[in-house]
């Protein structure tokens, strides 16, 4: 892609409301647009970042032999009365209204009543199951105050998971393999993820855990081990600062953290309230379990952001970064064009800087923006290329085929 | 895929109110699943069809060097004031509410309002034009009386693109060619598609094209020759029925037929109303033109089972199909599961019928479904499979070897 051609620019003003270095460099970098607060478009490049972490999530979760489809935003309110939600626990955070002839309408902030319903309709015995179904759209949720750019939105982007079994020790399983698979997920995505045990929420009152990011950008606070995975809420903890880790004998520290993910067991709370029944391989009827497991993609498009920059801007994981390389002309346009063409005929995702702007403009966005390989061109650089990763300071020399063969290792 | 794992079933009642071959089959195949009228579910096989015709449209809009991203569904009154539209073209159209805080919202229909908004603060020159953008997401309509499957729906699968231009010339040359690549994208979907002038519609007063596809399901009326491409709106046709074609001189014909896509040259209107200016090489400031180009993804997949279906089922085209392969075992599961694995293993895209039911039943659902290749194996197929192609009637024997040779070809 030619940054001539990539039609937004990046901001030299931060956002006046911005806190967090996500929000700050997400909107400067030119990654997202603020459409009002907690709504925003994602720009290209943006869009790519996405797409690279959506598709780390499908590999994880078609592993598990989970099918994707899509339900739709709209909700009528029939289903979400029979599970007193409508009026009760999501209430507040839906969007409510009516449509032309009257009728009551919601807009998705979670799908276990949509789901739930075609289930019931579908799903008549054990043959039938465990299955697993998800989808990647965005969600709404109607905040009083949305704030900290893509960290808490009235839209936002989810991946909801729900599986279903006829047997509480088959649902455990099931769970276990999706806490394997949430890991999976965000160390692929270059973060350490704590597994934590929730503390209700209004989404279910039964058993639930919480996947959390060490980051002072978060909104909840944790007591953990930085020796062992053991980690707690604060709020429900019975452990402070200082204490021993109950696992390993370390000292516990307590921190600010990211909600990036959160599983619920629903249990026959779905079962009871909207009929769902299979008969079991002795004919008897049994309730249909549920559980479910979202992972908030665009809230984790800011996590990652949030560990990974400097003063300058981002310093994006190679496996989620928009491009791989971001080649630099610095006025040698006839070479970078070769070697633009050279990259691309290798399948490598490249950002060139074709633009007639200053040296410094192109370092400072090349910064802020934050692909992993910088490649500069100039009249100093001869028939090699200037090679640095945006994590080290240390640049080198070598010609087009070697760089492009390292990065292929 | 193993057809037992598919967790929805086919159906051997149509809904009770589908006047469509698409509605019915599409409901019955376990395509889709209605939430309301005009709301639907895309269930796993429905997501792949989409899916198939997503990357269809990105192929075409790609070439066009069109960039992909995401704009939000949720939307603040504001821009919508700018132009007229939110009381105005789209009030009726547009669900429109108020949030917590009192505030108005709107779910989009279109996106003009919001592009403009980001193009009006990112377009400086005409260094940075002309350029394109689009996105494919779930669009929102308050029908008063949606119906017909995914015909006309209250959610629906849009693909929209934007264009901008600094002249008259240039918006032409870059709406000729998205006429190509639209005509591109129906061809490959298997569609016959005819390029009407349009006759206005809410969105603009404007030069407009409607893309017509011939059906009886279709709520249009068009005039056209089935020798040469030309075509008419009925409504603003000076030709009847049996005049001679002007431009082939060929009898005329009149049908019903389906709008799938519709492109628009708002021209100025939108640097009027929201203020978007850019230099040109001379340092003139002048008007930023915008065009839009629709095409409605999902009514795309009810268009395509309209074309391509019979008493039986549906009759995916290659292109679009939801597997290409649909092996069924006749109780023979050792055989059918080496070639199960055999075809996977090749990269070819198989739904696998190992489910305990009758020969009748799976031959029923295979014709319903309508994958292409029909691949049956049972005690009469020896070492060899038998191979029928859902279009035609005969079938034959042949070795897993040669029929993967085939359908490679």
Known sequence: MRQSKLFTKTLKQSPKDAVSASHKFLVQGGYVDMLMAGVYTYLPMG????????????????????????????????????????????????????DRSGKDMGLAATHEEVIYDIVRRNIMSY???????YQIQNKFRNELRAKGGLMRGREFMMKDLYSFHLSQEDLDVYYD????????????????????????????????????????????????????????????SKFKVG????????????????????????????????????????????PILMASYGIGISRLVATIVEKYHDDQGIIWPEAVAPFKVHLLSLKQNEEAEKYYKILREEGIEVLYDDRDISAGEKFTDADL????????????????????????????LMSIEEFIKKIKE
């Open 369 to 396: 923006i934050g692909i992993p390989f910088r490649l500069v061109v100039s009249s100093k650089t001869g028939d090699k290329v200037e090679i640095k990763k945006r994590d080290n300071d240390k640049a080198e």
């Open 127 to 133: 043959k039938d199951l465990p299955f697993a179904i």
């Open 47 to 98: 869009w790519n970042v996405i797409r690279k972490i959506s598709d780390i999530v499908r590999v994880e979760m078609n592993k598990c032999e989970a099918q994707e489809m899509l339900m739709p935003a709209l909700q009528s309110r029939g289903i979400w009365d029979e599970t007193g939600r409508w009026d009760g626990a999501l209430s507040d955070v839906m969007y409510q209204f009516k």
């Open 243 to 286: 204490d021993k880790c109950p696992k390993c004998s370390a000292s516990l520290k307590e921190g600010k953290s990211i909600e990036v993910g959160n599983i619920f067991q629903f249990g026959d709370k779905y079962a009871k309230d909207m009929k769902g029944y299979a008969t079991d391989s002795d004919g008897v009827k049994k």
């Open 177 to 236: 393999k999706m806490i394997q698979a949430y890991k999976n997920v965000y160390a692929k995505c270059g973060l350490d993820s704590k597994v934590v045990e929730a503390s209700g929420g209004m989404f279910t009152e039964k058993y639930s855990h919480e996947f959390q990011v060490i980051s002072d950008a978060g909104e909840d606070n944790i007591i953990y081990c930085d020796t062992c995975d053991y980690a707690q809420n604060s709020e429900i």
